[in-house]
């Protein structure tokens, strides 16, 4: 049995949760709504304020299916009560970010500013020119912004430049000595 699929979602206060045939799943929050058409595979099923995911065998893809839709399923109910959130650190010397309207820009030694618009749903938020957050209700979009902009300069391992996560470690490496 899968562990993390046999837990079921706690369906909070203020959260209205549909499944349609085909499991097709609507989840509406104070924060917005979610919709995901999920494997019909599974058996989605929801009792006395939980969600419940069963398998209808145990063959290694519906395994496999299990974990992930109960996965899915809890990020859909956290994105429309909580949200997500990822933060970046951009190090360098004249390497900064600064936002307008919705675009943001990114100076990152190139010859010309990098512009990167907002994907719907999903918000840059600038705090100093060093530190850039990403927020959203969708965790899938927050995180592939978040690596979008992160592609632009990656943190390189001698000096540590580039944009880095928050909370990623960088490998240092030594450089070259002189003789």
């Given amino acids: 049995m899968s562990r993390i699929g046999k837990l079921p979602v706690e369906i909070p206060a203020g959260v209205e949760v549909t499944i349609d045939e085909n499991n097709f799943v609507t989840v509406k929050g104070p924060k917005g709504t979610l919709e995901k058409k999920l494997s019909p595979r599974m058996k989605i099923s929801q009792k006395d304020g939980h969600i419940v995911v ?3 065998s145990d063959l290694k893809q519906e395994k496999s299916l299990h974990g992930l839709t109960r996965a899915l399923l809890h990020n859909m109910v956290v994105g429309v009560t909580q949200g997500f959130e990822k933060k970046l650190e951009i190090n360098g010397v004249g390497y900064r970010a600064a936002k307008q309207g919705s675009k943001l820009i990114l100076t990152l030694g190139y010859s010309h500013p990098v512009e990167m618009e907002d994907p719907e749903g999903v918000e840059a938020v600038v705090e100093d020119p060093t530190k850039i957050t990403i927020k959203g209700i969708d965790r899938e979009k927050v995180g592939q912004y978040a690596a ?8 390189e391992p001698y000096k540590g ?4 996560y928050a909370d990623e470690h960088i490998l240092r490496k030594v450089g070259k000595t002189g003789k």
């Avoid at 430049?161 to 880095?164: A, E, L």
Wanted: proline content about 13%; charged content about 45%; cysteine-free.
């Fill in 54 to 56: 069963e398998r209808s």
């Fill in 148 to 155: 979008n902009i992160r592609f632009k300069r990656p943190p």
């Fill in 161 to 164: 430049k580039g944009i880095k």
